[in-house]
Nanobody
Framework: QVMLVESGGGSVQAGGSLRLSCAVSGDTYSKYCMAWFRQAPGKEREGVVFIDSDGITTYADSVKGRFTISKDNAKSTLYLEMNSLKPEDTAMYYC???????????????????WGQGTQVTVSS
């Protein structure tokens, strides 16, 4: 299992940008399907974007064209670049790891065994 530590959250106005980081340690994260989830108050946690060991990505429709996931293998860090932020993007954002190389159908919350502590993103209108 890997250990995950997120950073980079904050408060921005609608239309602004933030970049979240997830530092990965404890194992070679290239073996993993990595993801960003988010949970808004009163709502269930939802998958935002997934990236597998080959760099294949899958985005939720709500963030396509606005969010970009990337990996820096040299730094063992996962990033989430968020642009054109909307108030509905307000949530706690979590980095997660699933010890499979191909995300495929393995994208349910229960498939992910490692989670970070979360970082809050607040977007005001």
């Amino acid at each position: 299992q890997v250990m995950l530590v997120e950073s980079g959250g904050g408060s921005v106005q609608a239309g602004g940008s933030l970049r979240l980081s997830c530092a990965v340690s404890g194992d070679t994260y290239s073996k993993y399907c990595m993801a960003w989830f988010r949970q808004a108050p009163g709502k269930e946690r939802e998958g935002v974007v997934f990236i597998d060991s080959d760099g294949i990505t899958t985005y939720a429709d709500s963030v396509k064209g606005r969010f970009t996931i990337s990996k820096d293998n040299a730094k063992s860090t996962l990033y989430l670049e968020m642009n054109s932020l909307k108030p509905e993007d307000t949530a706690m954002y979590y980095c997660a790891a699933n010890r499979v190389q191909d995300c495929g159908d393995n994208t349910r919350e229960a498939n992910f065994g490692s989670w970070g502590q979360g970082t809050q993103v607040t977007v005001s209108s």
